[in-house]
């Protein structure tokens, strides 16, 4: 069959609109946030957020609740933990991520052999899997998705101030304590609003990859997150159909294309052919 | 003159380090201060306390009545942007000065960013608009920063160590340009500065600390003091005072 018959089929599936619906609103959630967290050297408070969402996913399968609605205010929660610990103690930032996120594999893993039986779900929540978005799934997305993208435009040049000069967004009146700890709370939701797809071991890579690449091209702020967001909906759309018709994985292609675009515009950069 | 603003009786602390004591003086309109002193002398300290990022641990800070914290307009020691990929244009960074004269939730209107354009031409710049903060060299970042500080028309100007990264042809530009703004457009001026030399020939008073306010006024002032004279000694003394070789002293 030719791939675009390839493609036609598979858009004829109900769970490959739905990967589609709910990969775009993820990809614009982590393109959006991934700016304003790489550019604050908080990339990493992604990654350890991940980290958390499996502990919180592992608690969702034994009480048989949905992930998504369980994952939201315990990884928010995890993120004030990791900001409260770096304020109170002094401790340094990343100290304060790798302590938070160690502990909560620690709790997922206890919790995953406390319950057995459900090894083949929780693999599915750690690389991702396009089969298991239930309707309601989409729904929670769509609002998940709504309210982020809502926010940042609603903060937008706050969070701007915060990320380029956070000393002068303060003197300027902002506050600034309340612009970090709103990111965090964004980024929660972001992470786990990404791990049905995805999956928690790879969705901070979304975070990082399509601002990384951005970067290579654009001049502006705003332009970064245009730039970003067109990369990461291209990777994820692209990804999902790769894996439908060449039967790989969806959430480790669509971070194996974010992976191909960063190489590919950095060589360019580098090469002198973009840049501002 | 009118008062801008009166100190008393400031006393700053860093946890309990005490870093300057017994503090007053009155800033009025149209002043341009030299801020100068030894290293970890209170300069900075002072400067963080008008801004409202360090409160007294006694005195008071006013600033007369239509001038709140809002009209301080800050540039501050290191505006080198460290990270030259930070994509930010020029236009983008001065508009954030004006966050601090916007209500909840800060969003710009169309006259903002005619505010911006006019504030860049002000200051020469408005060709570099469009372009990316990392690619300037470092006058140019260094006006682009006066632009953010200058954005929100405020009152009173404070600087930081302004011009200790910049080149002495780019440094003397840019001491010329605040000498403008202070006499063209009445912008009230306090600038911290190791550059001795610079600030004696720029500004029009000096405020001296260490820990204590050793003296404040102006150099003319300062070059007659008697008791200045004890403090430094006679070369120090007019050194600072930028008088001597240029027939005023």
């Given amino acids: 069959m030719a791939l675009v018959d390839l493609i036609a089929e598979a858009l004829t599936f109900t769970f490959i609109q739905r990967a589609l619906v709910v990969g775009t609103l993820i990809a614009l959630c982590c393109a959006f946030l991934g700016c304003f967290l790489v550019l604050r050297k908080l990339s990493m408070i992604g990654d350890g957020l991940a980290h958390v969402s499996f502990a919180t996913v592992a608690l969702a399968l034994l009480l048989a609740a949905s992930p998504l609605l369980v994952s939201i205010p315990l990884v928010t929660l995890a993120s004030f933990a990791i900001l409260s610990l770096s304020e109170r103690t002094q401790m340094h930032g990343d100290a304060a991520i790798g302590l938070v996120s160690s502990f909560a594999i620690a709790v997922g893993v206890l919790i995953a052999s406390l319950a057995q039986g459900f ?82 071991m790879l969705i901070s890579s979304l975070i990082v990859f399509p601002t990384v690449t951005a970067l290579q091209v654009a001049k502006g702020f705003k332009s970064t997150i245009a730039v970003a967001s067109v990369i990461s909906v291209t990777c994820v759309v692209l990804g999902v159909f790769a894996s439908y ?11 194996l294309l974010n992976a191909a675009m960063f190489l590919v515009l950095a060589g360019l950069r580098k090469l002198g052919a973009i840049g501002g | 003159m009118t008062t801008l603003l009166t100190v008393t009786d400031l006393e700053l602390k860093y946890g309990r380090q005490e870093v300057l004591s017994g503090v007053s003086f009155v800033v009025e309109r149209g002043d341009y201060i030299g801020i100068a002193g030894p290293n970890g002398s209170g300069k900075t300290s002072l400067l963080k306390a008008l801004l409202g990022l360090l409160p007294p641990a006694r005195g008071r800070i006013q600033f007369a009545d239509h001038a709140g914290n809002r009209s301080v307009g800050y540039l501050p020691q290191k505006t080198m942007q460290s990270d030259p990929l930070f994509p930010a244009t020029v236009k983008e ?24 354009d006019a504030v860049l031409a002000r200051l020469g710049v408005a060709a570099l608009s469009g372009k990316k903060v990392g690619n300037l060299s470092g006058g140019q970042q260094q006006r682009v920063m006066l632009a953010r500080a200058m954005a929100s028309s405020p009152q009173l100007l404070i600087l930081d160590e302004p011009t200790s990264a910049l080149d002495p042809r780019i440094r003397d530009e840019f001491y010329e340009l605040l000498d ?51 403090y430094f000694g006679s070369t120090s003394q007019h050194l600072f005072c930028w008088r001597h070789g240029h027939g005023a002293c």
């Avoid at chain 1, 018709?245 to 971070?255: K, M, Q």
């Avoid at chain 2, 063209?184 to 600038?191: E, S």
């Fill in chain 1, 119 to 200: 090894n083949v779900d929780l693999m599915s929540f750690l690389f991702g899997s396009i089969l298991v978005i239930s309707h309601a799934d989409v729904l929670i997305s769509l609002a998940l998705a709504a309210v982020i993208l809502g926010t940042v435009v609603l903060f937008y040049n706050q969070l701007f101030a915060v990320t380029y000069d956070e000393d002068f967004a303060r003197v300027s009146g902002l506050n600034t304590r309340l612009i970090t700890y709103l990111t965090a709370m964004l980024t929660a939701m972001t992470i786990a609003l990404g791990i049905r797809v995805v999956g928690t």
């Fill in chain 1, 245 to 255: 018709v060449y039967n790989l994985p969806t959430g480790a292609t669509i971070v």
């Fill in chain 2, 180 to 230: 403008e703004l202070n006499k063209r457009d009445g912008v009230t001026i306090m600038l911290v500065s190791h550059d001795i030399g610079s600030i004696g020939k720029y500004t029009k008073k000096l405020m001296y600390l260490d820990n204590s306010l050793v003296f404040f006024g102006t150099y003319d002032e300062f070059c007659g003091s008697e008791a200045m004279t004890t």
């Fill in chain 2, 93 to 116: 960074v001065v508009m954030t000065g004006l966050l601090a004269s916007k209500r909840e939730p800060r969003w710009f209107a169309s006259e903002d960013s005619a505010r911006a």
